[in-house]
């Protein structure tokens, strides 16, 4: 009779431990519809296309993921941005039908127009490829326009790539060189690419 016992214990715990993780499902893709449902209305002007994160590279700060897209009739093209809530992820490098590889803002291979929040000083963020970090630089910013650690920095919206004012990062250390003419600041990503699960890609304008 005790044996018998077990077994039904054992049987019940394995049906709570099957609905629990059924249960842990539903709420995590009510959380993706809850993000993609505020990403749409933050930018209703753009077409979002939702999709995960299938893999990385091994690499500890690694420097490209791969998507898959989860709608059929989405069609990707390089040098699409990738983005999520927090700002920027990267932009599409590679297409392969609904797959894609993402380099993101911390490669060295990426760059974006960008200006700052507080100023609107103008320059380019380009990724620094660091082996312990995810840090960018802000290059090419004139030695005459004010910028400062804790400084907010956006995309620009030129050279038509990423939208206007979206999050790259924030100013950690700015350097000028007395005989340069221009300064550098070093950006700290606003993304935590670490736990990247789900993605947006910015496929057009609505019209």
Known sequence: QLETQNEELRAEIAQLRDERSRLIGVLQENDRLRRMVEMKTRRPEFQLVPAQVISRDVSPYFRVIKIRVRTDDAVLKPRMPVIVGEG???????????????????????????????????????????????????????????????????????AGVFPKELIIGTVKEVRHEDRDLFQEADIEPSVDFSRLEEVFVITGAKK
């Open 88 to 158: 920027v992820v990267g932009q599409i490098h590679e297409v392969s039908g609904k797959f894609a590889d993402v380099i993101v803002a911390s490669d060295p291979r990426h760059r974006v127009d960008a200006i700052s929040q507080r100023t609107r000083a103008q320059a380019v963020v380009v990724g620094l490829g660091n082996e312990r970090d995810y840090q960018a630089r802000l290059s090419y910013l004139s030695e005459l326009d004010s910028v400062r650690t804790g400084d907010v920095i956006v995309t620009s919206g030129m």
